[in-house]
């Protein structure tokens, strides 16, 4: 192929949406360098086609393209599992506390204690850049799409709400809680909730079938554990906690497991009946 040629290549297969990479170390690579959505040249090309690149390879080994597109899909899954999963989240807490602020006569949650739910839901997500990410995600190259995303939140994101509101239900009506125990009660859901979702939110399939790693297991389910303990400790006094009953938990427990189960199936339905673009 002379060089227009090999333009003309690049040029159509970027038109059909696909994303070109070109790797050229002449003088005559140059154009098609220039053209290509990812120029790549070699340590021991011509000073022109090293300038139009945009990596250089300091070893004649392609293996190194192989693993570094693999890793760059690694981290595009990542970033997706931690805007997805926090865009549904707040989008629900949105209307949560909203919706508590209309009916009752006191705040469903104290500022230290939306402060301190803040921090441990931050410290939960951490390990999201260090997690697995699945084969059949990887297998193929994904793009940005801001209306899939605006459309996850938008089916997702008011379950946790419908949820958060059974949460008040049953703690005003079960256990008739007063100021602190309700803002107690909410605090330990609202957290397990946001927290644990990401198992199934991680993974566009069945969570059973998806290994996470070690790490944000132990992560995630330590802040939940630590989020359920703090009532019981000598910081719950500054906290304006109180120790619920033991029967809380319990209903907590059925509780977080009905909304995971929830969430994945509003997940399964969303994903059969919204195509993304990348399949």
């Known amino acids: 192929m002379v060089p227009a040629q090999k333009d003309r290549v690049i040029l159509a297969l970027k038109r059909r949406g696909h994303v070109v990479g070109y790797l050229g170390d002449g003088i005559n690579d140059a154009p098609s360098l220039h053209s290509a959505d990812v120029a790549i040249s ?33 981290t595009f899954g990542n970033i997706m599992k931690y805007i997805m999963m926090g865009t549904s ?17 006191f705040l469903p949650m104290r500022p230290v204690q939306i402060l301190l739910n803040n921090f441990l839901y931050d410290v939960s997500e951490v390990p999201i850049p260090m997690d697995s990410v699945d084969e059949d995600f990887i297998r ?38 007063g100021e602190a125990l309700f803002q107690t ?20 399939g069945n969570p059973f079938r998806s290994r996470p790693s070690r790490l944000l297991t132990l992560t995630s389910l330590s802040v939940v554990v630590l989020a359920a303990l703090l009532p019981l400790t000598p910081l719950a006094s500054p906290l304006g906690f109180v120790a619920p009953p033991p029967r809380f938990f319990l209903i907590l427990a059925a509780m977080v497991a009905v909304y995971l189960a929830g969430v994945q199936g509003v997940k399964t339905w969303f994903y059969r009946s919204f195509t993304h673009p990348d399949g």
């Open 42 to 74: 070699v340590e021991g090309g011509v000073d022109v086609a090293k300038a139009a690149a945009d990596m250089i390879l300091l070893e004649e080994d392609l293996g190194v393209l192989h693993d570094g597109i693999l890793e760059g899909r690694r």
């Open 89 to 105: 989240s707040n989008f629900g807490n949105m209307f949560s506390m909203a919706g508590a602020a209309l009916f009752l006569p």
């Open 140 to 177: 193929r190259p994904r793009r940005w799409d801001m209306a899939f995303i605006r459309n996850f939140m938008l089916v997702v994101g008011p379950v946790s709400s419908l949820f958060d509101f059974l949460t008040f239900w049953v703690m005003l009506h079960v256990f008739r809680a």
């Open 185 to 204: 009660g909410w605090f330990i859901e609202s957290l397990a909730t946001q927290v644990l979702v990401i198992f199934v939110i991680r993974t566009r």
